[in-house]
């Protein structure tokens, strides 16, 4: 059961662009969602989160929008970069019995920017 | 500055073979610390995670275990390994910051069971 879910496996993107990556949810319990870049043969590393309270979190180029009664997330990149391409991964977080935060990842984007 | 450590970077086993996937974290005390799966087409699955030295939460039935014999040492560890073990494997540590806190990730190891 997938609760996290990028229904698009891969996007190209022209430079300068807006690159648009979308993330759906289906439990209700998560509060805080997250946005992962991955290169390959690399770990994952952080890009940006928002809590959610908040229907918009912004960092840069980079801007998450929630939209909590559809369950829906998504990235924008603007203008896109080719640096920019890489896997993005979306996660949604809840907090186990311990207090850490436990994250469900999404299964990936993989973002191409055409110079 | 951290560091997180993952070896061996990539592993072919036989099916029944034990495995042992080692994680260490330098520059941080008390981390929490996680472990990963990605299996092809599927999203991170988190397997394990512990909150301290001998603490270890499972989050999925499986042939694996886990165990952190030392504050900033996690091992992942198979007695026989499954097909279906197959996959990239990744470790990660956050701090005990309250919410808010990032998980740092390791570069990860291949692992592909014949």
């Known amino acids: 059961d997938q609760q996290v879910k990028q229904n698009s496996p891969s996007l190209s993107v022209q430079e300068g662009r807006i690159s648009i990556l979308n993330c759906d949810y289906t439990?209700?319990?998560?509060?805080?969602f997250l946005w992962y870049k991955k290169y390959p043969a690399e770990g994952p590393t952080f890009l940006i989160s928002?809590?959610?309270?908040?229907d918009k979190n912004e960092d840069g180029r980079f801007t998450v929008f929630l939209n909590k009664s559809a369950k829906h997330l998504s990235l924008h990149i603007v203008p896109s970069q080719p640096g920019d391409s890489a896997v993005y991964f979306c996660a949604a977080s809840t907090i186990s019995n311990f207090g850490n935060e436990k994250l469900t990842f999404g299964t990936g984007t993989r973002l191409t920017i055409i110079p | 500055s951290q560091t997180i450590h993952q070896w061996p970077a990539t592993l072919v086993q036989p099916v029944g073979s034990p495995l042992s996937l080692e994680c260490t974290v330098e520059g941080t005390s008390n981390p929490n610390l996680y472990w990963y799966r990605q299996a092809a087409g599927r999203g991170l699955q988190l397997l394990f995670y512990s909150v301290g030295i001998g603490q270890i939460s499972s989050e999925v039935p499986q042939n694996l275990s886990a165990s952190r014999p030392q504050d900033r040492q996690f091992i992942l560890s198979s007695k026989k390994l499954l097909l279906s073990d197959s996959g990239f494997y990744l470790c990660?540590?956050?701090?005990?910051?309250?919410?808010?806190?990032?998980?740092?990730f390791g570069p990860g190891t291949r692992l592909t069971v014949l």
């Open positions: 928002i809590s959610s309270i908040k």
């Open positions: 990660a540590w956050s701090l005990w910051s309250g919410r808010a806190d990032t998980q740092y």
């Open positions: 439990n209700s319990m998560f509060d805080y």
